[in-house]
């Protein structure tokens, strides 16, 4: 077994643990942020494979978008009184902003080498009719939403 | 093109499977539509974990298919906010009881 199935099974193994949260936790606050926690390691399973665009399309859309919008939902509709802040879980935080502010000033005093440049221009000409496509449906299911909500009574 | 060997295949097909089945399970057992609408999202994590090996066969194929996952699952996060919006107008609340048609008598 060589170090990139073992670090795509550590990724795995997490991604699964946190959606065992999703399952566990009772509160769709919590839920909603082990959903994100999920999806951004199956996000690093594919950035072990070094397929960026997916990456970004999964950072950006899923958990950027849909899962900023599911945490809002579930934190506007949450049942349970809201939890006081533990002052035990400062300091593993405050650990861990540290390290992560430390890791990109290293990075940012590096040169940082462009690849594949060529990907997201391309995506315009390549994927212009599926993207022109899905937006059409979109907007579609926007307006069904629409007129369906207006029906609805007060 | 990606190279991915069996004992990798193995890894994310399997991680796959788990996850869909705590999708599904969380999915019965949801109570309410957020719970619901989470679900959903996690049986869409677990359809992008399935369509990685695709990427060593045809990469545009596997680039178009991430694409459509996304916006598809999108649009359902769309119409489940509706849909949680609507119930919550009509029944005063998020329970997936207060619904009181649909599906099958046993």
């Known amino acids: 077994m060589n170090i990139e199935t073992v670090i795509i099974a550590v990724a795995g193994v997490f991604a699964v643990a946190s959606s065992i949260g999703v399952l566990l936790t009772r509160d769709n606050f919590y839920a909603a942020l082990y959903m994100s926690v999920t999806m951004i ?107 369906l909500a207006r029906r609805v009574d007060l | 093109m990606i190279d991915v060997d069996v004992s990798q295949l193995t890894v994310i097909l399997t991680i796959s499977g788990a996850i869909l089945l705590v999708a599904y399970l969380t999915a019965i057992s949801a109570k309410d539509l957020i719970r619901l609408l989470i679900s959903l999202e996690l049986m869409f994590a677990a359809v992008f974990l399935a369509i990685l090996p695709l990427f060593t066969i045809s990469p545009a194929t596997g680039y178009a298919l991430a694409i459509i996952t996304a916006f598809t699952s999108s649009t359902e996060l769309l119409v489940l906010v509706t849909a949680i919006i609507l119930l919550d107008r009509r029944k005063r609340g998020m329970g997936v009881e207060k619904v009181a048609v649909g599906g099958d008598s046993i």
Not at chain 1, 77 to 86: N, T
Not at chain 1, 103 to 114: N, R, S
Request: glycine fraction near 4%; proline fraction near 4%; charge should be neutral.
């Open chain 1, 41 to 147: 390691f199956v996000a690093a399973i594919y950035a072990a494979f070094n397929l960026q665009p997916v990456v970004v399309i999964i950072a950006l859309i899923f958990v950027g978008a849909v899962g900023i919008v599911t945490i809002a939902i579930a934190a506007t509709y949450r049942a349970k009184p809201s939890r006081q802040v533990s002052l035990a879980w400062t300091a593993p935080v405050v650990i861990v902003f540290g390290i992560l502010a430390y890791a990109y000033y290293k990075f940012a005093t590096q040169d940082l080498e462009i690849t594949g440049q060529e990907v997201f221009p391309a995506v315009a000409s390549d994927y212009f009719f599926v993207v022109v496509f899905l937006f059409s449906l979109v907007v579609l299911m926007m307006l069904s939403a629409i007129k």
